[in-house]
Nanobody
């Protein structure tokens, strides 16, 4: 399994970014892709995740109302649209996959990880 995250960058507070996670190598359909972030000096935290088969979604409180996760199964890609970005959203964002099909925000529950993409929000 390979996960390729992209789309990070520098944006002003209030701006938007769309992150992409291209997934390959899954041998079954019922997997979950999650987005996590890790700010300097902080633990990695779950932001959002989506189940490929039925589109079930989880959002962390920090993401509700501002971030939208979506999947394009024809491209095996999961997107995280981030609007209303705040300086506290600054972090390295990672996408991860788990084969159990269960939604979850605990990084320990995810089996596969992509490289991170840096999001910097200036005030």
């Amino acid at each position: 399994v390979q996960l390729q995250a992209s789309g990070g960058g520098l944006v002003q507070a209030g701006g938007s970014l769309r992150l992409s996670c291209a997934a390959s190598g899954f041998t079954f359909d019922d997997y979950v892709i999650g987005w996590f972030r890790q700010a300097p000096g902080k633990e990695r935290e779950g932001v959002s995740c989506i189940r490929r088969t039925d589109g079930s979604i989880y959002y962390a409180d920090s993401a509700k109302g501002r971030f939208t996760i979506a999947t394009d199964n024809t491209k095996n890609t999961v997107y995280l649209q981030m609007n209303g970005l705040k300086p506290e959203d600054t972090a390295v964002y990672y996408c991860a996959g788990r084969s159990s099909g269960l939604l979850g925000s605990d990084p320990l529950e995810y089996d596969y990880w992509g490289q991170g993409t840096l999001v910097t929000v200036s005030s």
